[in-house]
């Protein structure tokens, strides 16, 4: 089986100001972010606070200025920052190149729980769907359901990936669009990072991703350092891709 790649090239991290106020429209997100102050901007010049490992169907690591991932196994895997946070905006650039049409990637905020699978996920299929979902008890559940967006692109074009998470108010932007929003309060805390699925056997894919900004709402974030990055788990401990659940159809 050919590998999966996804390279990400740089990573900012902002807090989200007071004052979080309802935008009252029909249309467009349900709530306006005011943007704050900046908690991490990460060009991956250095190899510090990203996971860093190795396996024979696996990997992930900062690799020229980037950080990049690849599978070869039917799994999801994510790469996470060191540090946990509440309230963040992550954006990315991420570009996709796959003959798999149902190729999953996007990002994660409050990673959490076993093998932090609990949490937040922010995702793009490579035939231009998305969805807003969360993990809990071995599943990935949808808030917001697969669906297609114009904004999404799938000729090989770069994908600007906004994520808010702000209290339980979650949002998805994609090329400076809004495309989706959610409301949840399972999770408060967690790691933030970038989510890679291979739903089966197919062609490689190749995925660069620039994480270019994280902010937050309401308080100031509250990061903590854990001391090292979360560990890298067996292909058995992560979860398996089920098509009529979790992928797009």
């Known amino acids: 089986m050919r590998k999966q790649t996804l390279l990400i090239t ?22 306006e972010i005011t943007v704050g102050d900046i908690l ?20 992930m690591n900062i690799v020229n200025e980037s950080y990049r991932m690849w599978l070869t196994r039917n799994v999801y ?11 963040t ?31 937040y996920y922010f995702l793009l299929s ?7 979902r969360y993990g809990a008890n071995n599943a990935i559940d949808p808030l917001v359901e697969w669906q297609n967006h114009n904004a999404i692109h799938t000729d090989g074009r770069v994908n600007t990936i906004k994520a808010i998470c702000s209290s339980d108010y ?25 989510a890679l699925g291979q739903p089966q056997a197919t062609p490689s894919i190749t995925r660069q991703m620039s994480l270019s900004t994280i902010y937050g709402c309401g308080k100031p974030i509250n990061a903590k350092s ?15 891709l089920r098509n009529d659940e979790f992928l797009p159809q």
């Open 40 to 59: 991490l901007q990460d060009n991956f010049s250095s190899n510090r606070g990203w996971e860093s490992r190795t396996a024979d169907w696996a990997y």
């Open 170 to 194: 979650l949002a998805l932007y994609v090329n400076d669009t809004f495309v989706a929003d959610a409301r949840d309060s399972r999770y408060g805390t967690g790691y933030i990072g970038f």
């Open 10 to 31: 740089a990573v900012f991290i902002l807090l989200m100001a007071s004052g979080c106020a309802s935008s009252l429209t029909t249309r467009g997100p349900s709530t």
């Open 77 to 87: 895997i994510y790469g996470l920052y060191q540090e946990t946070y509440s309230d």
């Open 89 to 119: 905006i992550i954006q990315a650039d991420a570009l996709l190149l796959t003959d798999n049409p149902k190729t999953l990637y996007g990002l994660r905020c409050r990673a959490n729980g076993p093998n932090n699978a609990n949490g």
């Open 226 to 240: 854990r001391g090292h990055a979360p560990a890298f788990v067996s292909s058995a401990d992560w979860l398996t």
């Open 126 to 132: 490579a035939d231009g769907a998305f969805s807003i």
